[in-house]
């Protein structure tokens, strides 16, 4: 895993890649630091980083669009498959080296609150928890941007892709609060749901019988619940988009109350998205 770790960290500095991002995401800091703490007299850090969580729209994409699509596009990722390790070290080891490209600029913004506090009074323990959650933010969403990149050849669908999925889960609320609260919109809502899942399962399977079941198994769980208890679904969809919505995991971290369920939710975001992208990769290891 080290191995895959320190070729895919040295390949991004060897490329423009790495250097982008970590110039973008700086500056793009920078603007708004200048902005709001020094221009505008705002002492807290943490809302600085409130307002950037867009650039991760832009940022996540140029970071993660390479790593899958370009290994199939240029035909290497039999390589991958040949060393004498799992489908997961290697996916491990590009997820670590993009994080840890990640990390850099990270880094150089903890250096930000030292420097505000010579011009007033600075909270670190909610500058710095709210850094913490940034990146902790960061990396599931660079689990996700890794997702999409395999499944496609193309860097450029990979981009995206990633791009559309995050612009949604940044609207999440928007999105949720256009759902009727009816329970028959719900119960429509997680039917789509369900279909979505059996589209990705055959995607992993390519078995049409185990997609089917697994679709009409859903569906059919779900009438029944309704038919028990349809007053139970009214609003639940929409609710259920709110509770998810990833980002706004984040702001619930930059208040200096150190969330535990926030954390944990986006680590196992990140998780499953890792997940994800074994079980592609593997896929495509047997086809």
Same mark, same amino acid.
């Given at each position: 895993?080290?191995?895959?770790?320190k070729r895919?960290?040295?390949s991004?500095f060897?490329?423009?890649?790495g250097?982008i991002?970590?110039?973008?995401?700086l500056?793009?800091?920078?603007i708004?630091v200048?902005?709001?703490?020094l %221009?505008?007299?705002?002492?807290?850090?943490?809302?600085v980083?409130s307002?950037?969580?867009?650039?991760?729209?832009?940022?996540?994409?140029?970071?993660t669009?390479r790593?899958f699509a370009?290994e199939?596009?240029?035909?290497?990722?039999?390589?991958?498959?040949?060393?004498?390790?799992?489908?997961?070290?290697v996916?491990l080891g590009?997820?670590?080296?993009m994080?840890?490209v990640?990390?850099?600029p990270?880094?150089i913004?903890?250096?930000?609150?030292?420097?505000?506090?010579?011009?007033?009074y600075m909270a670190?323990k909610?500058?710095?928890l709210?850094?913490f959650?940034?990146?902790?933010l960061?990396?599931?969403?660079?689990a996700?941007?890794?997702f999409?990149?395999s499944?496609?050849e193309s860097?450029?669908?990979?981009?995206?892709i990633?791009f559309?999925a995050?612009l949604?889960?940044y609207m999440?609320?928007?999105v949720?609060?256009?759902?009727?609260a009816s329970a028959?919109?719900?119960?429509l809502?997680f039917c789509?749901?369900a279909?979505?899942?059996?589209?990705i399962?055959?995607s992993?399977?390519?078995?049409y019988?185990?997609?089917i079941?697994?679709?009409?198994?859903?569906?059919a769980?779900?009438?029944?619940?309704?038919l028990?208890?349809?007053?139970s679904f009214a609003?639940?969809f929409?609710?259920?988009?709110?509770?998810?919505?990833?980002f706004? %995991?984040?702001?619930?971290?930059?208040?200096?109350i150190?969330d535990?369920?926030a954390?944990?939710?986006?680590?196992?975001?990140?998780?499953?998205?890792i997940?994800?992208?074994?079980q592609?990769?593997e896929? %495509?290891r047997?086809?």
């Amino acid at each position: 895993m080290f191995s895959i770790f320190k070729r895919e960290f040295k390949s991004y500095f060897t490329s423009v890649t790495g250097c982008i991002f970590i110039a973008f995401l700086l500056c793009f800091t920078g603007i708004y630091v200048t902005s709001i703490n020094l %221009r505008g007299g705002y002492a807290s850090f943490e809302y600085v980083l409130s307002n950037i969580i867009i650039v991760f729209l832009l940022i996540v994409p140029l970071l993660t669009m390479r790593s899958f699509a370009e290994e199939k596009h240029t035909k290497t990722d039999q390589l991958l498959y040949s060393l004498p390790m799992s489908v997961t070290e290697v996916v491990l080891g590009k997820y670590l080296a993009m994080l840890a490209v990640f990390a850099i600029p990270v880094l150089i913004m903890a250096v930000y609150p030292v420097i505000l506090s010579a011009f007033g009074y600075m909270a670190y323990k909610s500058a710095y928890l709210a850094l913490f959650a940034f990146f902790i933010l960061g990396a599931a969403l660079i689990a996700l941007g890794m997702f999409m990149s395999s499944l496609t050849e193309s860097q450029v669908i990979a981009a995206v892709i990633s791009f559309g999925a995050l612009l949604l889960m940044y609207m999440m609320n928007g999105v949720a609060s256009l759902i009727p609260a009816s329970a028959v919109a719900s119960l429509l809502c997680f039917c789509v749901l369900a279909l979505l899942v059996g589209l990705i399962l055959y995607s992993f399977t390519k078995n049409y019988a185990v997609s089917i079941g697994v679709f009409c198994l859903l569906v059919a769980g779900l009438i029944v619940f309704y038919l028990i208890d349809s007053s139970s679904f009214a609003g639940l969809f929409g609710s259920l988009l709110t509770y998810l919505a990833v980002f706004d %995991r984040f702001t619930e971290l930059t208040g200096g109350i150190f969330d535990v369920t926030a954390i944990v939710y986006l680590i196992t975001f990140a998780v499953f998205f890792i997940y994800l992208t074994v079980q592609s990769v593997e896929k %495509r290891r047997w086809s």
